[in-house]
């Protein structure tokens, strides 16, 4: 039988995953370490999601080293590959740590990014969320962040010479700011990048300020929100609600990225953010309605950072569930809970959402919105 003229693609969410992701761990004692990921992909299996209808896992294939050239220097994939023979030392200043294997598993992080982008644009999904990857600090000739090779700039570089896409848009709401791919596209007026980050006067890496919008032609194609320490759900959906679909429609885009990365939540241990799981399920939401009304469905999620296990575990199981209409049972499986103890120490949330309502940020936020209204949604 032939499917319907207008059928949507099955599945409907492919989970872009696989235990290969989890070598890119720099050790139990670094942020980034492989229990986030494997907490993570526990849930979705215990509440149902990865087997529920419409949801499809794939894993990840190894980029090859020539992938890396659309946006890498050849010294510094060198740097990276002899570092990671003798596997100690940093790959940056003193927070991304060589380790044996790295030059491998940063190539499967690519090459998973890379599988992303050719299910959506092929057609043989409607949306892909990869929860371990979205290393948005990578830089063309350095290592920065916890972030080896930038796995979404190679994505963007393919959409645009694989497939010929002529308007990208790139929303990221990771609390640090998004260096590596808002100035890698800084002057590219085919990418729209959107970056909510914690202000750089704060927190790491001490850019993405208002101000910043782009460069030559691509001047207003770039906007950098800045919000202030402390800042919760209400300051985020006033800020996103104001700002992201009005910029989102005048742009058009042929697809939407999001980085869904989960250390501006109240529970993460490296920012001062104040976010709960309803900020990232109502940019999820928000995102999926204007990629229905603009671009086809098409949509690729990734995790990015994100450091209390339990938070990035109930975070983006919530994002996985939005994604494909799967309906999570209210409290966490007790199964889930009693590895959780084991894996961390510690005990595990019994439900999947909070609250942190205190927010007196608003007045400021209402300024910066006020801001890119004149400067740049309007003009
Ligand atoms: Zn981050």
Known sequence: MQPEPDAKPTPQ???????????????PEHPFNATRGRLTVELMRETGLLDAPGVKVVPPVEADRDDLFVFHTKEFVDFVQNACVKGYGYLDGGDTPAFEGCYD???????????????????????????????????????????IFNDIAIAIKRLQQQYGVKRIAYIDMDAHHGDGVVYGFYDDP????????????????????????????????KINIP?????????????????????????KPEIILLVCGVDGHGGDPLTDMNYSTASYLHAVTRLRE???????????????????????ARCWTGVGAALADYNLPDFLP???????????????????HENYTSDNTFPRVEKMVGWLKMKVLEV
Not at 125 to 141: C, I, K, Q, W
Not at 194 to 217: A, K, M, Q, S, V
Not at 291 to 310: F, I, K, S, T
């Open 227 to 251: 919000m202030p320490p402390f800042s919760s759900d209400q300051s985020f959906f006033y800020v996103f609600d104001e700002v992201v679909p009005a910029a989102i429609r005048s742009f």
């Open 13 to 27: 969410l492919t989970l872009l995953y696989g235990p290969t992701l989890l070598a890119y761990d720099f050790g």
């Open 334 to 352: 007790e199964n889930w809970r009693q590895h959780f103890l084991k894996m961390t120490g510690e005990e595990a949330p019994v439900g999947l």
């Open 190 to 221: 085919s990418v729209l990048t959107i970056d909510f980050h914690e202000d750089g006067r704060y927190l790491f890496p001490g850019t993405g300020e208002l101000h910043e919008t782009g460069r030559g032609n691509a001047v207003g194609t």
């Open 290 to 312: 204007l990629a229905a009304e603009l671009c086809q469905d098409r949509l690729v999620v990734w995790g990015a950072g994100g450091y209390d296990p339990a938070t990035c």
């Open 105 to 147: 598993a940063a190539l499967t992080v690519v090459g998973g990014s890379m599988r992303a982008i050719d299910l959506v644009m092929t057609g043989q999904t409607r949306y892909v969320f990869m929860p371990v990857g979205g290393l948005h600090h990578g830089h063309p000739s350095r290592a920065s962040g916890f972030c």
